[in-house]
């Protein structure tokens, strides 16, 4: 019987499930209301600021390592570089399939480890020729532009919102420390423009207010692309968890005609054969 390369792909935040797949809990208040506060929010906001560092450091490495590795193709050294830069991919692809788990709630099967024949130059060649390999230096090169667009979007939509929304909290801080009435919208040698009135306050809080309840939206949109790319780059083939899915049920029915065969025989030991 095969044993598949981890968990089934899945997504605990499928609609109509609740954390870990369970059936979502009543709540007083609506999604829009809560969406703010929500922990699933925070670990998707977390997930998108993380992603800026981690992916400069990805494709940094993996464009250094490629671009050796070409430029040496014409000795013998260039081979083993290559693959240890696609090596070095897959070890990170394993560091980026826990933190999808672990804050995106996202499940990724592992893909099927490389396996040579024997010696160095075997895993070599493995590698090189394993399309999950070269799946895994795409999403490294092509992650890093889309982690630099998520993070300067979802930072933007968070910080503006929630720092309009707190506005007649601190704007004391602008007569205090600058001197000025409150945050400048206009200025000339003429004339200036402050935001220091009740009712600007208030449009001002209630703008503000409206970015922070549509930030968690635009946030999950973000996260929905890298849902994406980590389960078509990262994961196994389909054709690969199709061929396990097979071997999986093929030793599932072995085991079930087996368990039919004993118990048929049982039941002739017992029963035809004890009467005759």
């Known amino acids: 019987m095969a044993t598949a390369y981890g968990p089934a792909s899945r997504d605990h ?10 059936p979502p809990a009543k709540h007083l208040f609506p999604a829009a209301l809560r969406a703010p506060l929500d922990a699933r929010t925070w670990r998707e906001l977390g997930y998108l600021v993380l992603s800026l560092p981690i992916s400069v450091v990805l494709f940094s490495f993996a464009v250094t390592m490629v671009s050796l590795g070409m430029g040496m193709l014409i000795t ?3 081979i083993p570089i290559l693959a240890a830069g696609l090596a070095m991919c897959r070890g990170f692809g394993v560091m980026e399939r826990g933190r999808a788990r672990g804050l995106l709630r996202l499940e990724v099967a592992d893909p099927a480890p490389v396996r040579g024949k024997g010696g160095l130059m075997s895993w070599v060649g493995a590698v090189l020729k394993s399309g999950v390999s070269w799946r895994h230096l795409l999403y490294a090169v092509l992650h890093m532009p889309w982690a630099v667009f998520a993070f300067t979007v979802a930072v933007t939509f968070w910080s503006y ?3 309009a929304f707190t506005y007649p909290l601190w704007r004391w801080v602008f007569p205090v ?3 000025v009435d409150g945050i400048q919208l206009y200025g000339d ?4 423009l402050y935001l220091d009135s009740p009712f600007e306050l208030a449009v001002t809080s209630t703008l503000g207010l409206a970015l922070v309840l ?4 635009i946030v999950r949109g973000l996260v929905s692309v890298d849902r994406l790319m980590v389960l078509g780059l990262l994961g196994p083939s ?4 199709r061929v396990s899915e097979l071997e999986s049920d093929r030793g599932v029915v072995v085991d079930t005609a087996a368990a039919d065969l004993r118990r048929i025989e049982r039941d002739l030991h017992d029963g035809a054969q004890a009467r005759l």
């Open 238 to 241: 389909r054709l690969a968890s």
């Open 76 to 78: 013998f050294l260039g």
């Open 13 to 22: 935040h499928s609609p109509g499930t609740g954390s870990g797949g369970h």
């Open 214 to 217: 549509v930030t968690p939206w």
């Open 161 to 163: 919102g929630w720092a």
């Open 189 to 192: 040698a003429t004339h200036q």
């Open 177 to 179: 420390y600058a001197s």
